[in-house]
């Protein structure tokens, strides 16, 4: 959900580790949903996404694993490396036209050595 | 293909004064986004566009404007700066009604003093 302020939630994990970010989304009707990761000075880029009929979804190193019931996103990331320090956010897709995303307001990622 | 560029890069605006941010993709993409992102915050819909004439507002347009002549450009204009307004601004686009068609573009930071 939306927090205030100017300090990002910050999850430190160990190189080799695994991570698990979590993200809770607002609207129970969405039926897309997205996880980005942004690095310093970038714009997003899209890691993995998952529609509201699977609960879970695997990709390289990355799994997404959606809990509609209480309307819980997380993504894992297997053996963190130091590449993967960013932030993390998750989207979902509102309803209606032209395919826009409700943006979470992120993690940050730090591997440490 | 040069995916969604975005210009100018950094800008540092008086208050009061007016520009435009630029940004154009190469990939026939008919949706095309305006996202502010300011500090430990997540990303806001400022303005969309499902085609080429067709503009809707999205969570956050008071004190910008766009238009949408081409398929291809899609700039943001802003009037009467505010301090308000310092941010950080993403293009992104997008070619089918899922999340992962959205491309970003590297970001405009702005200031307004």
């Known amino acids: 959900g939306e927090s205030v302020g100017l300090h990002l939630p910050t999850l430190s994990v160990q190189e080799g580790d695994n991570s698990i970010i979590n993200c809770a989304y607002s609207?129970?009707?969405?039926?897309?949903f997205i996880w980005y990761k942004q690095e310093s000075g970038k714009g997003p880029q899209f890691i993995i996404d998952?529609?509201?009929?699977?609960d879970k979804r695997q990709g390289q190193r990355v799994t997404v694993l959606l809990n509609k019931t209480v309307k819980h996103l997380s993504l894992q990331i297997a053996a963190t490396q130091p590449g993967d320090s960013a932030v993390y956010f998750c989207?979902?897709?509102?309803?209606?036209?032209?395919?826009?995303?409700?943006f979470g307001t992120g993690t940050q990622l730090k591997v440490e050595l | 293909n040069a995916g969604v560029t975005q210009t100018p890069k950094f800008r540092i605006l008086k208050i009061g004064q007016s520009m435009t941010l630029q940004c154009t993709q190469d990939?026939?993409?008919?949706?095309m986004y305006w996202y502010r992102q300011d500090p430990g915050m997540g990303l806001k819909l400022i303005y969309y566009?499902?085609?080429?004439?067709?503009?809707d507002k999205g969570e956050v347009p008071n004190g910008y404007n766009v238009s949408r002549s081409t398929t291809e450009d899609f700039p943001l204009r802003l009037e009467l700066a505010a301090p308000s307004q310092t941010s950080v601004y993403f293009c992104?686009?997008?070619?089918?009604?899922?999340?992962?068609?959205?491309?970003f573009g590297s970001g405009t930071r702005l200031t307004v003093v």
């Open positions: 566009s499902v085609g080429a004439g067709i503009t």
């Open positions: 989207a979902e897709k509102l309803g209606g036209g032209g395919n826009k995303l409700t």
């Open positions: 998952i529609r509201s009929n699977m």
């Open positions: 609207n129970s009707a969405s039926d897309y």
């Open positions: 990939m026939n993409h008919n949706y």
């Open positions: 992104a686009s997008s070619s089918r009604d899922r999340g992962d068609g959205y491309t």
